[in-house]
């Protein structure tokens, strides 16, 4: 597809068009020609949107989609849709299916589905068979197959040494361990965060040491055996302050922090509605700003959606007894804007390629065409009738939003929404 954009403002640090405002020609997926002003061309399309800016394609780090098995709350095609729509190029897809992504067919199975997307779709193969934490799944051959990393999505694994393995076992490879962290002994039957929100509703408390104690373990784990760990979705002050320490020592350590728990807090639970239900929990304004200043120090390498579609007769229900998960790569780049400025976003939204070891492209002539394209001083409300995933449960109804995400243009393709 050939076209040329008018007037974007390009928004990446690594190209010399940073901050300028340029035309820009694309010929069959490269870069042609980045100018002031271009002229018309036969056989070019025309891209013209007011306060139209780009940036190197964003990639999310933490995606969830449901099939093969649950494709009632999301299909491989409409999901990859609505990512390119939301402004994402590429997404790392969580093994939690059914059946559980811990074989090289099932990641052969996932790519086969992707072919032809405009976003490009990175299978994270299971760290142990089944997710079920007691045996190593077959990492080397999912790695061979395409897998770019090996968790079980949510799951804390509670045999150290397991994980220990894992890790010694990764690095004849050069493969990365995704740990989430939470020891499932402290969260015991607890549904939110525990603190004065908790108690005033009568809910089950999950207390912040549930997830510190295990981003404590794993760490130590990780001075002792080498290789590279990733420590997902981090929701806590603390946690935030034991990664910052073990960077200082030279761990080869990384963290992403999801975008609901930089915008929203525990505050939100008064109504009991069960699309704030989440893991790990909404948690205080203390936590919230604490995982800001991670952010803007480059503590945390990285911020996802950790989009989860679930379907209704699992949502809308009693919140005791509901589906962890909201719904959030329709909302991710609008929520953040209202948090962060709009570089530090940026960063954020594209530094998950180097974390995960994905190709990324910068913005210059002769480079492959890999762009994210947004706005960012639209003023709105996100409403049901910007939800395009199949599964409505965002934690973000209602939230005003700052910036929208218009669309991608990758692997020759032009999406907008």
């Known amino acids: 597809m050939n076209i040329i954009i008018r007037q974007a403002t390009i928004v990446d640090p690594k190209s010399p068009f940073h901050n300028q405002t340029v035309d820009v020609k694309i010929n069959n997926g490269v870069f042609e020609k980045i100018s002031p002003t271009l002229p018309k061309e036969n056989g070019f399309q025309e891209i013209e949107i007011p306060n139209l800016h780009l940036s190197q394609g964003w990639f999310d780090s933490s995606v969830s989609l449901g099939e093969p098995g649950f494709e009632d709350r999301e299909t491989i095609a409409n999901g990859l849709k609505v990512a390119a729509k939301s402004g994402f190029t590429a997404i790392a897809l969580q093994p939690n299916s059914f059946p559980v992504i811990d074989n090289q067919s099932q990641v052969h199975f996932v790519q086969q589905k992707a072919n032809g997307s405009a976003t490009n779709l990175y299978p994270i193969g299971a760290l142990t068979k089944n997710s079920e934490g007691l045996d190593l799944a077959e990492l080397y051959d999912m790695k061979n197959a395409g897998a770019i990393a090996f968790g079980d999505y949510n799951k804390s694994l509670s045999n150290a040494n397991l994980l220990k393995i894992g890790l010694q076992y990764v690095q004849d490879f050069d493969g990365l361990v995704i740990a989430f962290c939470q020891d499932e002994k402290i969260k015991g039957n607890g549904v939110v965060n525990e603190g004065i929100v908790s108690t005033r509703l009568g809910l089950k408390g999950i207390p912040n040491l549930a997830e510190e104690v295990i981003v404590a373990r794993n760490l130590f784990l990780l001075e002792y055996t080498g290789g590279k760990l990733h420590i997902p979705t981090i929701s806590t002050a ?111 939204l594209t530094t998950g390629k180097n974390v995960f070891n994905v190709a990324s492209s910068e913005i210059k002539e002769g480079n492959r065409v890999e762009i994210s394209l947004f706005s960012v001083d639209t003023d709105w409300e996100f409403s049901k009738e910007n939800i395009l995933s199949k599964s409505k449960n965002s934690a973000f109804l209602g939230v005003k939003m700052k910036g929208k995400a218009i669309g991608i243009y990758n692997n020759n393709t032009l999406v907008v929404s």
Do not use: Q
Not at 271 to 279: A, M, P
Not at 306 to 319: A, C, L, S
């Open 238 to 348: 603390k946690s935030v302050d034991l990664i910052r320490e073990a960077k200082a020592k030279g761990l080869h350590v990384t963290c992403s922090v999801a975008v609901h728990h930089l915008v929203l807090t525990d505050e939100k639970l008064d109504s009991f509605d069960s699309r704030y239900k989440v893991t790990p929990p909404l948690r205080t304004e203390t936590d919230r700003k604490a995982l800001l200043d991670g952010i803007l120090d480059n503590t945390i390498d990285c911020i996802t959606s950790d989009h989860n579609p679930i379907d209704i007769e699992h949502k809308k229900m009693e919140f005791d007894t509901a589906k962890n998960g909201t719904i959030g790569l329709e909302s991710a780049f609008g929520a953040l804007l209202t948090v962060l400025p709009l570089e530090k976003v940026v960063e954020k």
